[in-house]
């Protein structure tokens, strides 16, 4: 075990250059086009307070790895391939990318973030379903 101590912003800088991050609206083409699944890190509270992004899958942050692992017994039924598009997204782009570097070590090697997270998507005029809204 190395012992080098690195903090959060240099561990963020090297994770990300190892993410082909991408923007709110090529997220947004990307699952138009069937090529991505969107999957929502996003706490309750938050997904309360600003809505949801329609067909995103919700798997809170602690949950991640064992819903989204295709070689799990507790993978969500999307989570079928280490070739899916998997493109999270936290509340502004932080979070999300240590989750992407983490699914890639899953051997998620198409893994990835929005840049900027929900609040990109927001600001962009994308789908949001509001606060409330029944997903069914």
Known sequence: ?????VGIDELLERVRSGLDRI???EAHTAYEAGDALLVDTRYAALRERDGLIPGAL???????EWRLDPLGSHRAPEADSHDLRVVVFCNEGYASSLAAASLRQLGLHRATD???????????GLPV????????
């Not at 075990?1 to 101590?5: P, T």
């Not at 929005?114 to 962009?124: C, H, M, R, S, T």
């Not at 509001?130 to 069914?136: L, V």
Request: net charge neutral; glycine share 12%.
């Open 129 to 136: 379903l509001p606060p409330g809204t029944n997903r069914d």
């Open 1 to 5: 075990m190395s012992d080098e101590r």
């Open 23 to 25: 923007g709110a609206r």
């Open 58 to 64: 919700v798997v809170e942050r602690n949950e991640l």
């Open 114 to 124: 929005v840049i900027g997270g929900f609040q990109a998507w927001k600001a962009a």
